[in-house]
């Protein structure tokens, strides 16, 4: 069974550019969920979606978004990127009924010069 | 207001030596949900165990084990006989039930490391 596949794994942007992770979530998980995290901050929830709605947002700008599509793969955006978004971007998933185990992929690495 | 609080930074112990990793929570939700994962330098957070508020059983796996305690809102880990592959970023993280999501709270995480 496939785990929580993120891509691009490793990138390198500058600042003021955009960027879109994306996520393909466990076969049959609705839920997908991302995260940040940085040496400084710690890992800290960025959004939810639950059949492509978003369901909870954290304390985050709004140059921050996402989108879930109907095959509950998922995608963050990032724009006007500053260097302190320069961070691990970890996605997970979990499935509907048995919502409370969460998933999570290898992370995206994104460094912004 | 949640929280989940790892005191251990970091932890270093030689191979075979049992380990325990520290995790205090707080929390206004009666359901709540307990949570620890593994990190290693790859990246990816491994689900290890998921405990419910309402089940304060012990948990042993292999030479995993868990002790919940709701009376002092603890929820410790313990490796036996710690081995070298045993070594990375252990994070307890909280899930409440306040609301109809699954967001995750998570402590500021325990680096063990094992010697050989």
């Known amino acids: 069974k496939a785990g929580v596949t993120q891509t691009p794994r490793y990138l390198i942007k500058t600042r003021g550019q955009q960027v879109t992770l994306s996520c393909s979530p466990i076969?049959?998980?609705?839920?997908v969920s991302w995260y940040q995290q940085t040496p400084g901050q710690g890992l800290q929830f960025l959004f939810e979606y639950f059949s492509e709605t978003q369901r909870n947002k954290g304390n985050f700008p709004g140059r921050f978004s996402g989108r879930q599509f109907s095959n509950s793969r998922s995608e963050m955006n990032v724009s006007t990127l500053e260097l302190g978004d320069s961070a691990l971007y970890l996605c997970a998933s979990s499935r509907s009924g048995d919502e409370n185990t969460i998933y999570f992929g290898e992370g995206s690495w994104l460094t912004v010069v | 207001a949640q929280k989940v609080t790892q005191a251990q930074t970091e932890i270093s112990v030689v191979e075979k030596e049992d380990v325990t990793l520290d995790c205090v929570y707080e929390t206004r939700d009666t359901t709540y949900y307990l949570f620890w994962y593994k990190q290693p330098p790859s990246g990816e957070l491994v689900f290890l165990i998921r405990r419910n508020s309402f089940d304060e059983q012990n948990e042993i796996s292999g030479r995993y084990s868990w002790n919940f305690q709701k009376s002092t809102s603890s929820f410790n880990f313990t490796i036996t006989a710690s081995q070298v592959v045993d070594s990375a970023v252990y994070f307890c993280?909280?899930?409440?039930?306040?609301?109809?999501?699954?967001?995750?709270?998570f402590g500021t995480g325990t680096l063990l490391a094992v010697q050989p």
């Open positions: 993280a909280l899930m409440g039930r306040g609301g109809a999501t699954n967001k995750l709270i």
């Open positions: 076969s049959g998980h609705r839920s």
